[in-house]
């Protein structure tokens, strides 16, 4: 791509676990990147070896407070992602996903850019159908300890259709199902990680509940593929897409899963299970198909064993 015709893109949550992947694939497209991140919870040693390029530059900034330069482009994927982090402080989340997604729509508007919205599973909540269709309301606690997430989710997703029916505004609204990979953040809860760190270390592996719910677990650059596929759709394709791996594993198999990859003598015990906690969880990916010819392609025992490789490389 000639320096000419680059895309300028911004990639709000930038310096996070699955934004870090998203701009090294934007500055292997050949665009300008534009990593914004206020570091609550993403790192600089995600980013690194990014900074090298001329095209990328690092802004630190907090997305709930208005921003403004020049883009053809916009992701926003800017908000604590796990239940630790964005339980941390429930006010704060909630305005990173209103305000934050506020003010990524009226940059788009000011230029006329595309813009993304990384919207989650979690607007499904404790599903009542299975597996989850984008056509599903969902079953949302609106007042529980997830809902500062779950529902600050569904209302950037409100906020992105009312943008589009009233000015035209260019969107894309993907809903991520659970990812993994490297540059996840070893004390960021979610389960994956959870469950490599305690083996690797030869902890007791802790499964809340009897370990019989389920989820389905797609690795990143399969997830940052489907980003990209979707952005590069045509206008009339908005989303909500349903971006994740259909492949469902129970807790107590994966953590089986880990313990033998990892070699571990690490034994599994069992925890009370946390409020408003998902029985089932897994994406019905037929529309991704369907509209932009997207399906998942990395295995979860391959995912684990170059997931396991990133964190043996920490510890």
Known sequence: ?????????????????????????????????????????????????????????????????????????????????????????????????????????????KWHAKVFQASTSEVYGDAQVHPQPESYWGNVNPHGIRSCYDEGKRGAETLFFDYHREHGTRIKVVRIFNTYGPHMNPEDGRVVSNFIIQALKGDDITVYGDGNQTRSFCYVSDLVRGFLALMDSGDDITGPVNIGNPGEFTMLE??????????????????????????????????????????????????????????????
């Open 1 to 109: 791509m000639s320096s000419c015709n680059k895309k300028t893109v911004l990639v709000t949550g930038g310096a996070g676990f699955v934004g870090s992947h998203l701009c090294k694939s934007l500055l292997e497209r050949g665009n300008r990147v534009i990593c914004l991140d206020n570091f609550y919870t993403g790192r600089m040693r995600n980013i690194e070896p990014l900074t090298k390029s001329s095209d990328f530059s690092v802004i630190t900034h907090d997305v709930t407070i208005p921003y403004s330069f020049y883009v053809d482009e916009i992701y926003n994927l800017a908000c604590p992602a796990s239940p630790p982090h964005y339980q941390r402080d429930p006010i704060a989340t909630y305005k990173t996903s209103v305000f934050g997604a506020l003010n990524a729509l009226d940059l788009a508007d």
């Open 254 to 315: 994966l953590a089986e899963k880990v313990i033998s990859l990892t070699g571990s003598k690490s034994k599994i015990v069992h925890m009370p299970l946390p409020g408003d906690d998902p029985k089932q969880r897994r994406p019905d990916i037929s529309l991704a198909g369907k509209l932009f010819g997207w399906k998942p392609e990395v295995p979860l025992d391959e995912g684990l064993k170059l997931t396991i490789e990133y964190f043996e490389s920490l510890i």
